[in-house]
């Protein structure tokens, strides 16, 4: 995301360096504590999601007296995490977790662990022992700086009162520009404690840390003769195009070159779904015309993407005949997996708007790319070789029918947020996405647990928006706890549990690669007197009367027959949490699938079959 577009777009730290500095406001008299608030209405934080403790709870005083920050009281740190995650993810805003020291703190690792991966602005403030304390083990104390140091992009211990509003200014400029990313904030309790003076802005400093936003012009042009000339282009589109908001300018390019167009797991809904030209995810669980088509080319154009081991598979096999332009704001992604022919350092929607420019003077030029014969193969490839699924014998619910139909029965514009495994694949692949950020998951760390915090952020920072949270049965007991926050906090999430008794993606393995020898996957048994598993049912939770209990209304799903009328039930009920227990058939699978380690080259469309894909016609 750059500063040009962050700034477009949501509040920022009014805070400027050197002579160009606004003078500041009116010098006020306050505790570190009431400093830190203020900062954060400066900022133009909304929402802050937390749980108070000793060493952070000089902040929470504060905060009653009348603060535009609105503070959600949630029942795990961890839930604050990824809460703020998925606020910053719906919203575009840089999303803000608070916790004590300690186990409060630790208790964030996860999430700032998931952002940092998935490239989420996020602030996490944390409250830390007395600063004469620090190092000698006392009571809760924790060098949550050193633990977190791996995943943010800074972090800043804060001892001295008078640091707080620069640090903060500070903290959320570094997270919201450049790649966006997570950053601690850790405040000692004498600091919060301690009178101090406020005034903003700040004067900031931040010296080696200026992100490179335009890209080199002899680079877009090369990228422009590439796509020119080649006979097979993809663009291969990550999800640093929605941090960008470049999503109208993808769409233009794509209609410009012709080029088809794969977008990750990260960036569904930077390119509409219906779009003829978009062939859907790559990767493990990719369409079987996404990844052959990556794999076939011989010019893969990657906007904001960081070739991923999910999406090239075995790595020295991947795309053999491609050349690579590789666009990126993070240099330090360009080549770390992939040598790059033309690269290009800058924000993606600068990157893509350069390009328009480069590629239409080439069409003026009479360069014009002509990909017939590869249209022709991409589309056989797609046809022959659509998504789908086979319903169950039995006449049990199909956990894809289950996902399909909350797609399709959803209000317009909803967002969905969903936990991780063969639910999120299945959400990937049955509903459409046509907009932006009306996908969020946990893509690069696989964070089991992060839908329902997730969602329940979205709604606070979206709250007009339909989110559904499509989970399985193995996350939703992880976090399902935060049910009780949206409950007594107006955040009306819907909740959909894909209940198939089991860890459904782990078990998809044993069935494959361990002769179906499934050890400790199956969540609705115990052991038994012999030592062998007592099959207790998929009641253990009931999870209608765990939601009942939570304020939550719990419905209950077992019958196609009664699918569209029990999600119409879920679609109408807006004044409190719903929650939806979908009892599916355990044996579905996700496919397509290329197992872990192996070539793209032997992806699956189903069980045992591998798709004939023939030689291209340029071949």
Not at 126 to 136: L, W, Y
Not at 270 to 276: E, G, L, T
Not at 349 to 363: G, K, P
Not at 440 to 447: K, V
Request: with cysteine; aromatic share 6%.
């Amino acid at each position: 995301m750059t500063e040009q577009a962050t700034g477009a777009h949501h509040p920022q730290p009014r805070a400027r360096s050197g002579a160009a500095q606004q003078q500041p406001a009116t010098v006020e008299h306050v505790t570190g504590a009431q400093s830190l608030i203020r900062s954060l209405e400066e900022v133009g934080a909304e929402i802050v999601f937390g749980i108070p403790g000793g060493a952070i709870l000089p902040a929470y005083d504060p905060m009653m007296d009348s603060s535009k920050v609105r503070h959600v009281l949630v029942r795990h740190e961890q839930g604050a995490g990824h809460a703020a995650t998925g606020y910053a993810q719906a919203t575009g805003k840089v999303g803000v977790c608070m916790a004590t020291s300690g186990p409060g703190a630790t208790n964030l690792v996860t999430p700032i662990a998931d952002a940092h991966m998935d490239s989420v602005p996020l602030v996490a403030i944390t409250g830390q022992v007395a600063s004469k304390a620090i190092g000698t083990d006392a009571f809760q104390e924790a060098d949550i700086c050193g633990i977190t140091m791996p995943i943010t992009k800074h972090n800043w211990l804060v001892t001295d009162p008078a640091e707080i509003p620069r640090t903060i200014a500070e903290a959320f400029h570094v997270a919201s520009t450049g790649r966006p990313g997570p950053v601690l904030v850790d405040i000692a309790k004498d600091a919060l404690q301690a009178r101090t003076t406020f005034s903003w802005p700040p004067h900031t400093d931040l010296p080696g840390y200026r992100p490179v936003t335009k890209p080199h012009a002899k680079q877009i042009r090369e990228a422009a003769k590439l796509i020119a000339q080649a006979r097979r282009p993809v663009l291969y589109v990550g999800g640093g195009v929605l941090k960008a908001r470049a999503t109208a300018e993808l769409k233009v390019l794509a209609e410009l070159t012709g080029a088809p167009v794969t977008t990750t797991l990260m960036a569904l809904g930077s390119f509409p779904d219906s779009h003829p030209q978009h062939l859907g995810m790559p990767g493990m669980h990719g369409s079987v015309a996404a990844v052959t088509a990556l794999q076939k080319s011989d010019l893969i154009v990657a906007l904001g993407a960081r070739f991923d081991d999910r999406v090239t598979g075995k790595l020295d096999s991947f795309a053999p005949y491609a050349k690579i332009v590789h666009a990126d704001i993070d240099p330090a992604e360009i080549g770390k997996n992939r040598a790059a022919d033309v690269p290009i350092v800058g924000d993606a929607r600068e990157v893509i708007a350069d390009l328009i420019v480069a590629i239409q003077a080439e069409h003026a030029d009479g360069h014009t790319g002509d990909y017939s014969a590869w249209w022709n193969d991409l589309n056989r490839w797609r046809e022959t070789y659509p998504l789908g699924y086979t319903l169950p014998e039995d006449g049990s619910l199909s956990p894809q029918q289950v996902i399909q139909r909350i797609g399709q029965l959803a209000p317009k514009d909803t967002v969905y947020a969903a936990g991780v495994g063969q639910h999120q694949m299945w959400a990937s692949h049955f509903i459409d996405y046509e907009q932006p950020r009306t996908w969020l998951n946990s893509g690069g760390a696989g964070t089991m647990g992060y839908a329902v915090p997730a969602a329940m952020g979205a709604k606070a920072g979206v709250p007009e928006r339909t989110v559904w949270a499509i989970d399985g049965d193995g996350c939703f007991q992880m976090t399902n706890q935060e049910l009780v926050t949206c409950a007594l906090n107006n955040i009306p999430i819907k909740v959909a549990i894909i209940n198939n008794g089991a860890l459904g993606m782990v078990r998809q393995w044993q069935t494959l690669f361990y002769n179906e020898r499934y050890s400790n996957t199956v969540l609705h048994s115990g052991p038994g007197s012999d030592g062998t598993e007592a099959h207790l049912g998929t009641r253990v939770p009931d999870f209608v009367k765990l939601a009942d209990a939570m304020g939550c209304v719990g419905l209950r799903c077992e019958r196609p027959e009664d699918l569209d009328s029990v999600i119409e039930k879920a679609n109408a009920i807006n004044d409190r949490p719903v929650v939806v227990d979908f009892i599916v058939h355990q044996d579905a699978m996700v496919w397509p699938m290329v197992a872990a380690g192996t070539s793209n080259d032997e992806i699956l469309a189903a069980q045992g079959v591998r798709p004939d894909f023939g030689d291209t016609e340029d071949d």
